[in-house]
């Protein structure tokens, strides 16, 4: 009987020793040996057999084995689970130095960004930012603006039609008169907007585009209030060494008229590509509010004056981003849009 135990003994050991695996082969092993038909107990039940003397001898060892064989299980169960645990753990390692997957974000649209822009500018002088309608009436957009029926000025903004007397707004300037009607001086307004006219797509029109129209008026305002602040205008939105330059134009609406030209902030007036090689680029028309304007919305010549102003949005956008073609601003090829 003692070799029988020493037998199990070793043999359990051995087995356990070699066990690698899954803990259902360790809790078979446990069976084989200790369990109620294992080899253990089939040794301990044949202990009848044995004279008083050998009993406790025997019982004291197969007890030894007993405690033997559990030891090493624990132990061995111990090293299993440790085992399950360092795989568990390699297989859901993180590598936290890992560059991540960068989101990324949109943003607005150079041409919406160029129109925030101007309106930033205009608000920081104190101008109020208003919209007009884009359906107009021709009086707004014409007959209001000093432009009669016939008057030779429409035939350079070749209208859509709606009816006879409803048009799609040629120019932002009907806004002049919409708010002059709806509001006394002073008055200090901003309007962006959607402008039509019936031209082909090129390089440098578009049947729909957009101008940003600006208005003042109030007692003594005069063409050196116009300068000063169309300056500090240009100054915020080209670079603060920007100078300006007035040439005679005309505007049916304004007397006396200008056209507006920034020396070119990319070579400061020598003359390159952008500027064409004249140093100067033209940005917008401008000019006093003529009488005629100012009567027709009640607003009386002699005690008022005013200026207004009038700039394309895209023309703006175009020679600050050095954008050659307008229909690059209307495509939304991404990988034109992604460069701003
Ligand atoms: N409305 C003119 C245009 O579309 C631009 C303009 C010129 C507006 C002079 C003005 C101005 O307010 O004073 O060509």
Same mark, same amino acid.
């Given at each position: 009987m003692k070799q029988m135990l020493e037998c199990i003994k070793q043999n359990a050991l051995e087995q356990l020793a070699s066990l690698s695996g899954e803990a259902s082969e360790l809790e078979a092993l446990k069976v084989r040996y200790l %369990?109620?038909? %294992?080899e253990l107990t089939a040794v301990l039940r044949g202990m %009848?057999?044995?004279t008083p003397e050998e009993r406790p001898v025997i019982g004291q060892m197969a007890n030894e084995v007993r405690e033997i064989i559990e030891a090493a299980i624990e132990e061995k169960a111990a090293e299993l689970k440790e085992k399950a645990r360092a795989a568990k753990l390699a297989a859901e390692r993180? +590598?936290?130095?890992m560059p991540a997957d960068m989101k990324e974000l949109g943003h607005r649209h150079p041409l919406a960004q160029v129109e925030r822009d101007l309106c930033d500018i205009f608000l920081s002088m104190g101008f109020d930012v208003v919209e007009g309608p884009e359906v107009e009436y021709d009086y707004y957009n014409f007959q209001a603006l000093n432009? @009669?029926?016939?008057? @030779?000025?429409? +035939?350079?903004?070749d209208t859509f039609y709606i009816t006879e007397n409803i048009l799609l707004r040629s120019q932002t300037s009907p806004v002049q008169v919409r708010t002059m009607e709806q509001q006394r001086p002073p008055i200090r307004i901003v309007s962006p907007g959607r402008v039509y006219r019936s031209d082909a797509v090129d390089a440098t029109h578009s049947p729909v585009f957009h101008q940003l129209e600006g208005l003042v008026v109030d007692k003594g305002i005069t063409m050196g209030d116009l300068k000063g602040m169309l300056e500090t205008f240009a100054k915020n939105m080209f670079g603060s060494s920007t100078k300006l330059r007035f040439r005679p134009h005309h505007f049916p609406f304004t007397e006396p008229s200008a056209e507006v030209d920034v020396s070119c902030f990319v070579c400061g007036g020598e003359g390159c590509r952008l500027c064409k090689g004249e140093g100067w680029i033209e940005i917008l028309g401008a000019g006093m509010v003529h009488p005629n304007v100012l009567k027709g919305c009640n607003i009386d010549p002699d005690e008022y004056s005013g200026f207004a102003f009038g700039l394309g949005i895209e023309r703006i956008a175009m020679i600050k981003y050095g954008i050659d073609d307008m229909r690059l601003l209307y495509e939304n090829d991404m990988r034109f849009l992604s460069q701003f």
């Open positions: %369990g109620k038909k %294992g %009848g057999k044995l993180l +590598d936290v130095t432009i @009669p029926e016939n008057h @030779p000025a429409r +035939d350079t903004q």
